[in-house]
């Protein structure tokens, strides 16, 4: 079983490479990468005026399953995912159970396997049942198979707690996804505090409440040696801390989410609750700040965040809607529209950010296009334009603050392991 | 003037933020017009008659419930009042299904007040009677703002170029939102007072002057609106205590004879707490305007009920 891919522009972070090539797939591997590759086999997918491009990395996904499948399951968020050009995705442990132990671990890989499309690689709990009280199965879980840990929808609130997970985690190499919120900062805020929340009404989330724990958790991360990665910056403070600590040789690494680069408080205007994530959309500022950080390397990786839920949950009041958009589907769209053709990164700078860097922070052998690698592949159309719509989704859900926008940038085919798994018809 | 003043166009009124100063004036003086039917021995017109209006008050009130119902009945127009312990809110329906039903028995208009911010804004545009929103949350109190304009302007003979303070728990306060958006656009020039605790962050930006100093905020206005304090606001550590609040914001005698115009107004939405925000002195004083207040309410009612209906018509004849 082969497949050529051919006369596509091949752009690759970790080789430095870009120009038009042709790229043979033989069974799970990339064979040659050459031009004018002539096979004898006819399966072959013309590539020309195409982006040919390492698979998607998803550092940020919640998949629901096990616990709340009317939202998503494992297979309809694979399939949200490589229609959005992702090959891996990791999946955020906040199910019901919660992923803080090894059975629920084994059930996420074995209801991947079963729908045989994208890699899933689950972040487990840092503490039991995400209340921050005790230690989840590290070691268990890691023997499993997580590549990171994460209390991610909350924060470890005890300093002396994370500490202690940080000491354990780093035994086995596993990286800490920090989702920086101090509780009693946001208790009760639904949006960005500041101008709009004041005309609207809304009880604001302050920046500060970011701030603090982004500057907690790197504290604790130099003191430790873990590494550290910052999930969903917002906050142009946020950027500027990482900055210097990066300078200063702290492990760490982040990433920032379309929305957050896209979009500003201003968007919840009409109280539209799919303009209600967590962190909150924030300020034209902020926007800057992280394409800056973007631009400049502060921000390493761009993950979805990715997070489903039902129409009767989202249409409700804004106070009572729950947090989060899904994102698995727009992603590529946004960061071509709003930072390819705006001249904030390069072509090689998105595969960095969304394949080469989330793969080394999560410690796999991926992100990269060589022979002899693996055919993670991901293609996709520069140029053409598409109109998202409600009723278009994969996702189970159709929680999208960019429904109606015109985005430019389309995946044309998504390939995992040698193996087609979306066509764009 | 012209004669022919700005048709009101809207199906709902949602909020002052999106009403333009001429509609504003309009509100106004059809109120003015209206305000002399509650004086007559028989207080009954029958503009409204035969058109069904839903009182829908998930949040306790006295004043605008009462207000409104009054208002609809002395335009002759059926009235249904629905409080949420008696709704089936109570057995999980979500607000959407419940308005829902309630446009399914055919009502004209919908007064609606309700604690979510914007609940009123994203119900609108789904429903086909009429909208008036009676408090949203921390949002807007549109029929209150326009009820101060009102008494402001029947008091001062004019809005434009006066001083206004608003004075209190602005953070929390759809009252005071509503104040900003009508008095700025009407001419006045506002300021707000109260403890930081207390004022939105960037409300500065919304074209008002803060302080937090109520003897600042006195000198030279015209007309203070003094806003009541919740206690619970207390218990949750916004200020040290209800003695501490009253002794550096309470409205008393003294500080008005000290600090204020001779002919300020004092303004108050209800209910007051005497004794805290504002000393029984000045409530029950010569300055005080707050039973005109409410008299106004209904005038002022009378006119968003009058005014929103026939905009229905006119959009059904079209």
Redesign the interface.
């Known amino acids: 079983m082969s497949l050529l891919i051919k006369n596509g522009r091949v752009v690759d972070a970790k080789n430095k490479q870009d120009g038009v090539f042709d790229i043979l797939v033989e069974g799970a591997k990339i064979s040659k990468i050459a031009k004018n590759i002539v096979s004898k086999d006819d399966n072959v997918f013309d590539a020309k005026g195409m982006l040919v491009v390492p698979g998607l990395i998803d550092l940020h996904v919640h998949l629901r399953e096990p616990g709340y499948e009317y939202k998503e399951t494992i297979l309809s968020g694979s399939q949200a995912a490589a229609r959005g050009g992702f090959t891996s995705i990791c999946c955020m442990p906040n199910t019901n159970p919660v992923i803080d132990n090894q059975g629920v671990v084994d059930f996420v890989f074995a209801e991947s396997k079963k729908a045989g499309l994208v890699n899933v690689f689950p972040v487990g709990a840092i503490t039991k049942g995400l209340k921050g009280e005790d230690l989840a199965d590290i070691a268990d879980m890691k023997e499993s198979g997580v590549v990171a840990l994460s209390d991610d929808g909350y924060e470890v609130a005890s300093a002396a707690l994370l500490r202690m997970a940080m000491e354990y985690a780093s035994m086995f190499d596993l990286p800490i996804i920090a989702h920086c919120e101090d509780k009693e900062l946001s208790s009760g805020g639904v949006m960005n ?3 709009m ?8 989330i ?1 920046r500060v409440a970011e701030i603090t724990m982004v500057s907690r958790d790197i504290e604790l991360a130099r003191f430790t040696g873990t590494k550290l990665h910052i999930a969903h910056v917002s906050c142009k403070e946020s950027v500027a801390l990482i900055k210097k600590a990066k300078k200063e040789g702290v492990k760490v690494t982040s990433e920032c989410c379309p929305h957050h680069f896209s979009l500003t408080e201003e968007a919840v205007e ?2 539209d ?1 799919n303009t209600k994530v967590n962190p909150p959309l924030r300020t034209k500022e902020d926007v800057e700040a992280i394409k800056k950080g973007l631009k400049d390397g502060t921000i390493d990786c761009i993950a979805t965040d990715h997070a489903p839920h039902s129409i ?1 949950e989202k ?6 809607a729950p947090f989060g958009i899904i994102g698995s589907e727009t992603a590529l769209g946004l960061v071509m529209t709003e930072l390819v053709d705006k001249g904030i990164l390069s072509i090689e700078q998105v595969v960095e950010k969304m394949a080469l860097n989330p793969a080394r922070v999560i410690g796999q052998d991926k992100g990269y296009l060589s022979e002899g690698g693996c055919a993670d592949i991901t293609i996709i159309d520069p140029k053409q334009e598409w109109v998202v719509e409600k009723d278009g989704f994969v996702s189970k859900s159709s929680n999208s603050p960019f429904i109606g926008k015109t985005l430019t940038g389309q995946v044309m085919a998504t390939i995992v392991s040698g193996k087609i798994v979306f066509e764009k018809s | 003037m012209t004669e022919k003043m700005t048709d009101w166009k809207r199906k709902d009124l949602l909020g002052i ?1 999106e009403l333009s100063a001429e509609e504003i004036e309009l509100i106004l003086q059809t109120a003015d017009s209206f305000k002399e039917i509650s004086s007559r021995p028989v207080k009954k017109v029958p503009t409204l008659r035969g058109k069904t209006i839903v009182l829908f008050f998930f949040e306790p009130s006295t004043r605008t419930r009462s207000s409104f119902e009054l208002a609809a009945k002395r335009l002759s127009a059926d009235t249904l009042s629905i409080t949420k312990s008696s709704s089936s809110i109570q057995k999980g329906e ?3 299904d419940t308005i829902k039903n309630i446009e399914a028995m055919q009502v004209d208009v919908i007064i609606l007040r ?1 604690s ?4 009123h ?2 119900l609108a545009p789904q429903v086909t009677p009429s909208i008036i929103n009676a408090g ?5 109190h549109p029929t209150q703002a326009l009820l101060d304009m009102f008494t402001i302007k029947e008091k001062k003979g004019k809005i434009k170029g006066l001083k206004v303070t608003i004075l209190g728990d602005i953070a929390h306060s ?1 009252v005071a ?1 509503s104040n900003i958006w009508g008095l700025k656009k009407m001419g006045a020039e506002v300021t707000i007072c109260g403890p930081k605790t207390l004022l ?4 500065d ?2 074209g008002v002057k803060v302080t937090t100093c109520l003897a600042e905020a006195l000198k030279g206005a015209d007309v203070v609106n003094i806003l009541r304090i919740q206690k619970e606001r207390q218990q949750v550590g916004l200020f040290p205590s209800l003695r501490e609040y009253a002794s550096e914001f309470g409205v008393s005698r003294e500080k008005l004879d000290k600090y204020a115009k001779k002919d300020i107004l004092i303004m108050h939405p209800g209910p007051i707490n005497r004794g805290i925000e504002i000393t029984p002195d000045v409530a029950d004083g010569k300055y005080s305007v707050i039973l005109d207040q409410v008299t106004n309410g209904i005038a002022i009612r009378m006119a968003v009920l009058y005014l929103v209906s026939q905009a229905g018509i006119s959009e059904q004849q079209e």
């Open positions: 505090e500041g101008y929340s004041t005309v609207l009404g809304l009880k604001g302050p009409q109280y609750t009767s249409d409700t009041e804004y106070d009572l | 933020e979500t607000l959407k309700h979510s911010s914007g609940a804004h994203i949203d949350g921390c949002h807007e759809r939102r939105p962050r960037d409300i930006k919304m």
